[in-house]
């Protein structure tokens, strides 16, 4: 029997608008294979066909998550819970969503909500199970609209990552593990402040120290500063290995077992 492994597909990295509607860089979300359990983390405009040009089958997912309702975290969320469902044909998978997400001016449409087997709503310090893998919502960030990062827990590995935010005391320790995947819009602090900048993720990163920390989700001046190079000198700077997301990427979380 082949050994189980869990991965994370990147199926776009831009963040903010700028980069989203130009698709200066892919916005289709996160795959993540962990184990025997396949799970899409916010699938932003492009999802679907950034799934099928990797060879991703959506008709196989177990669950659907939604950090926050933006479009750039949900654009494909209605066309990936018919994928999940085979068109609507088979009652399988599970939604997890903030309740604005779901309530008023909702990004789900309220036709599909009978498609998979069950949707639960995301709330601060709620913790849920998809098979195997557990995940929790630690804390309500600081964006326009009810957002969450996520720890997830398999029975391998432990990663966090952290969604738009903007930055606020004690973020760092309502997040562990030896992977932290994080969403870093801007180069510099300042508008739009409801996202992290370097600096911040810096601080972050040195707080928890994770094995590896992944930066993601660009938007325009972190994307022209190059990011593989930011990471570079980021890693130069704390002594942590920080690695650039790229479109595609897909990362195997075997590497932070290395001793
Ligand atoms: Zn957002």
Redesign the pocket.
């Known amino acids: 029997m082949a050994e189980l492994s869990d991965t994370i597909t990147f199926l776009g990295t831009a963040g903010a608008r700028f980069v989203v509607v130009r698709q200066f860089l892919a916005s289709g979300g996160a795959w993540l294979n962990l184990g025997n359990t396949q799970i899409l983390l916010d699938p932003g405009p492009g999802s679907l066909v950034q799934a099928a040009k990797r060879k991703l089958d959506a008709t196989k997912l177990d669950a659907i998550i939604l950090s ?1 309702r ?1 479009l ?2 949900s654009g494909d969320i209605n066309i990936m819970i018919e994928a999940m469902t085979d068109g609507g044909t088979k009652k399988r998978g599970t939604v997890f969503a903030p309740a604005d997400a779901l309530n008023q001016d909702p990004v789900i449409l309220s036709y599909l909500r009978s498609y998979p087997q069950n949707i639960q709503v995301l709330t601060e310090g709620g913790s849920y199970t998809i098979n195997d893998v557990s995940f929790a919502t630690p804390v309500k960030h600081k ?3 009810e ?1 969450y990062g996520f720890i997830f827990q398999t029975p391998r590995h432990t990663f966090s990552w952290i ?2 935010t903007r930055y606020f005391e004690d973020l760092a320790n309502h997040y562990e593990g030896d992977l932290l995947v994080i969403n870093v819009v801007r180069l510099n602090p300042g508008a739009p402040i ?2 992290l900048s370097l600096p911040e993720a810096k601080q972050i990163i040195e707080k928890l120290k994770p094995r590896i920390a992944i930066l993601t989700h660009f938007g325009m001046t972190m994307w022209r500063a190059k990011p593989w190079e930011l990471a570079k000198k980021l890693t130069e700077e704390t002594g942590i290995t920080v690695i650039a997301a790229r479109d595609g990427l897909k990362f195997d979380l075997a590497q932070l077992d290395t001793p």
Do not use: A
């Open positions: 926050h933006h750039d975290h964006h326009p609209v957002t969604i738009d409801d996202h």
